[in-house]
């Protein structure tokens, strides 16, 4: 019997581990490990290993881990955590015939071609173009950016940073809410708006602006203050969605994203709720002249739990992916 792969989903919180047979796109054994649990990649994935039981005699000899940063050089250095390592070194060491480091929003955008309709909840109207590119955006710990293409064999990622782009305010309301990141930050990348941590502090900005006491220090906090009620939460989690309706918006023209807008990451499907009732959809298509295109242009959230697991079989062994 042929070894199971080894794939991996890797963020600057968690490490999703899984295993996959042969020709299959069904992970098993799916565990994620606290990346802060662990002093470097290889102890997490040994770590892994002893948790899933794999015996000495089906060792992977393959495998392909998707990571929250860029990923083009040998050194890779993780975003947000303390990880970093050499690809050709964690090869040796592990023993793999096939080593394949790819991004992962890479590997969220390889992904969804896998994804079941019913992991498929639409934001509005529009209708996707066949053999188009697609967008694939979400904020979670931060704000991941990629494209897809169908290939003639295969489907082909776009991998990006666009999650660093510069924020650009698109009202008067933003403009006031600006200072406090640039007080933060310095430059502000749409990134720092649009993650748990931006939630959060876009939560302490409004209530700087309103000269009110703070009363919740996390992104679950805001959120659950928001169901409650609570008008500073509450308008919070409202402008995140709008903001995030304008940064697809941008991004969807830059790819020219008419086979569709698929959103992923670990927030917005806490925030389906919101969703219906808040300004993403005016904000994604209110582009000027580009409006019309961008209204047609259909948006899904992707409610799948392990989409990055799926990109990262497709990657396995897709040949459009090095």
């Known amino acids: 019997m042929s070894r199971p792969a ?7 919180t968690n490490a999703r581990f899984a295993l996959v047979r042969p020709g299959d796109f069904a992970p098993y054994e799916i565990r994620t490990l606290a990346c802060a649990d662990y002093p470097t990649l290889e102890a997490a994935i040994h770590a892994y290993l002893e948790a899933a039981g794999v015996s000495d005699a089906s060792v992977p ?3 392909c881990l998707a990571f929250a940063c860029p990923v083009h050089d040998d050194e890779v250095r993780m975003t947000n955590n303390a990880w ?3 690809k050709r070194q964690v090869q040796a060491a592990l023993d793999l ?8 929003f890479t590997a969220q955008a390889l992904g969804v071609p896998h994804v079941a309709a019913d992991d498929l909840v639409p934001v509005g109207s529009g209708e996707a173009e066949a053999h188009r590119a697609c967008l694939v955006i979400g904020p979670g ?4 950016v990629a494209g ?5 064999h295969a489907w082909i990622p776009l991998s990006t940073e666009g999650g660093h782009v510069t924020f650009a305010p698109t009202d008067a309301v933003e403009q006031q809410l600006l200072p406090y990141f640039r007080d933060c930050y310095g430059r502000v990348s749409v990134e720092r708006l649009l993650c748990g941590q931006g939630l959060l502090d876009l939560y302490h900005a409004f209530a700087r602006l309103q000269g009110a006491e703070t009363r919740f220090d996390s992104p679950a906090q805001v959120t659950q203050a928001a169901r409650d009620g609570e008008s500073l939460a509450e308008a919070s989690v409202l402008r995140f969605l709008k903001i995030l309706g304008d940064v697809c918006g941008d991004a969807a023209l830059t790819l020219g994203a008419r086979g569709g807008v698929y959103l992923c ?7 389906l709720d919101w969703l219906p009732d808040s300004d993403f959809r005016r904000a994604f298509a209110d582009k000027g002249r580009m409006s019309a295109y961008n209204a047609d242009i259909p948006v899904w959230v992707v409610t799948a739990p392990w989409t990055g697991l ?5 990657a396995l062994h897709n040949e459009e992916v090095t």
């Open 265 to 271: 990451g670990g927030i917005v499907p806490r925030l």
């Open 97 to 104: 015939t096939l080593f394949k480091v790819i991004n992962d």
């Open 148 to 152: 897809l293409f169908p290939g003639r």
């Open 84 to 86: 970093r390592f050499s």
């Open 61 to 63: 000899q393959e495998a």
């Open 310 to 314: 799926l990109g990262a079989c497709e």
């Open 6 to 12: 080894l794939i991996g989903d890797i963020g600057g």
């Open 141 to 144: 710990t931060g704000l991941g």
